[in-house]
């Protein structure tokens, strides 16, 4: 028997039990984890529980991205994997959603023959009633776009959150017209949470067991713009940092041009926005800039910098980096390189151009050979690694308190000592080892002493003081 046989024979062997059954694989971005738990919590609702083994699975869900790689690709290729567990229990909903879902809608249906149902990322709220119309024998594609003025999100289930820890979708979509991004076409317009609801969900998070919330949006400091109530995204961190018991508040993506003053003093300003920064400066060369419609210069954006180290000198920055975009010059990369040594990140993320449908640069030549772009990526990855390690060493012997997110991944794997896991204000790893006595519970906050510095992360030991809040 081939291994897809086998697969087949244990799927109609564990499919006895009687509640149904759902299992999501989430590709992609933060957005996309925080549309699978609503996904989740939305089935639950309806009475299903989830299981990890797709071979288990009465509904099976693929939530994709299709920012980077060839997604796709990807999606077709898992579902081709899971054809054998659709054609043992042809009852099995196969479902794909995000934002491959909401490009290629009817067009996948059609493709995929064994495929049941695909909807994008604004029907997520109705993500029940979809898989119960697909259970139903409804082959189904619904790519609705939620309309601006539809303020309507899926509700935010405390109880779903695992750990001290949550992401918040405060809004979505974009208005920016970046030529490489497939977003604005996926994700459609901003929309903005309204202020009242995103508070009534941080508290009720924070009533859970939540001590950290990120707020998410694909552009999320352009918040509010859709309000009638002229809320900005700095009286969002304002309002949302005077909710009692909540100890930081973390926020991705931002967009440059977005970034004023306003928002940026709010690092060390307000009790609970860690001094993390996540600032996609794309490339160093203002031609390049101007290309990719991003909407300002690298002097601009380093000044931008300049205000948040002012307002919070130790503000940890990363930021996203592509090379190779259409008509880059050997000159434009090295722009990019000084950006990158001046600017002084923390982490980078970097990666090569690659034409995405439906976007203005797709319609460029894609004329910088693979060989120079993959040269030039492991050129500013390995600027990026001194930089980044200068800028850990500094952690050497100071005392920061660490939120505690739960055991070590040495610990939960090799069951190597006590060891706990947590994160820094600026969003660096620290592991530790607890006093013989008093371990920690995840969202404590445990002042520790860095000891060393390693590749990626800090390690140290509880000073005098450590305990839980
Ligand atoms: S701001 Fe971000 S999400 Fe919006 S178009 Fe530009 S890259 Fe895409």
Not at 33 to 60: C, H, K, N, W
């Amino acid at each position: 028997m081939d291994e897809a046989h086998h697969i087949a024979a244990d799927f109609a062997d564990g499919a006895a039990g009687a509640r149904l059954r759902y299992h999501i694989v989430t590709y992609g971005c933060q957005m996309n984890v925080f549309d699978s738990r609503r996904i989740g919590q939305s089935l639950r609702l309806a009475g299903y529980e989830e299981t990890a083994d797709p071979v288990m699975a009465d509904v099976i869900l693929l939530n994709t991205c299709s920012v980077r790689d060839k997604p796709e690709k990807k999606v077709l290729a898992t579902l081709a994997r899971l054809r054998p567990l659709k054609e043992a229990r042809p009852g099995t909903v196969l479902g794909v959603c995000g934002c491959v879902g909401q490009q290629h809608g009817q067009a996948l249906l059609d493709r995929v023959p064994y495929l049941d149902l695909v909807f994008g990322p604004d029907r997520v709220v109705e993500a029940a009633a979809l898989v119960e119309a697909a259970r139903g024998g409804a082959r189904l594609a619904d790519v609705a776009r939620q309309s601006r003025g539809d303020h309507a999100f899926a509700p935010v289930d405390p109880e779903a959150e695992p750990g001290p820890t949550a992401f918040l979708t405060v809004m979505k979509g974009c208005d920016k017209v970046c030529s490489y991004c497939i977003v604005p076409y996926v994700r459609g317009r901003e929309v903005s949470k309204p202020v009242a609801l995103v508070l009534d969900e941080v508290r009720r998070l924070v009533e859970g067991g939540v001590r950290e919330v990120t707020l998410l949006g694909q552009n999320v400091n352009a918040y509010g713009k859709d309000l009638a109530c002229g809320a900005d995204f700095a009286d969002l961190l304002a309002a949302i940092d005077a909710v009692p018991g909540l100890l930081r508040l973390r926020f991705v993506t931002s967009h440059p041009a977005d970034a004023d003053e306003r928002m940026l003093s709010c690092f060390g300003r307000l009790r609970t926005v860690a001094p993390y920064l996540h600032l996609p400066v794309q490339a160093g060369s203002d031609r390049v800039l101007d290309r990719m419609r991003r909407g300002y210069t690298a002097a601009e954006y380093l000044d931008k910098i300049a205000i948040a180290r002012r307002h919070c000198p130790d503000v940890a920055l990363s930021t996203d980096v592509i090379v190779g975009y259409p008509g880059e010059t050997r000159e434009d990369f090295e722009a990019t390189l000084r950006v990158v040594e001046a600017a002084r990140y923390d982490t980078m993320f970097s990666f090569k151009y690659s034409p995405r449908p439906h976007t203005a640069a797709a319609r460029l030549e894609d004329d910088v050979p693979e060989a120079e772009k993959a040269d030039r990526l492991r050129e500013v990855q390995s600027l990026q690694d001194r930089i980044g390690a200068e800028r850990l060493a500094r952690f050497l012997g100071r005392v920061e308190e660490v939120l505690v997110e739960g055991p070590s991944r040495a610990a939960r794997t090799r069951g190597a000592g006590a060891q706990w896991s947590g994160r820094t204000a600026t969003n660096h790893v620290v592991n530790f080892a607890a006093r013989p006595g008093e371990p920690p519970a995840p969202g404590d906050l445990v002042r520790v002493r860095i000891t060393d510095v390693l590749a990626h992360c800090l390690a140290g030991e509880p000073c005098d003081g450590a305990g839980g809040e």
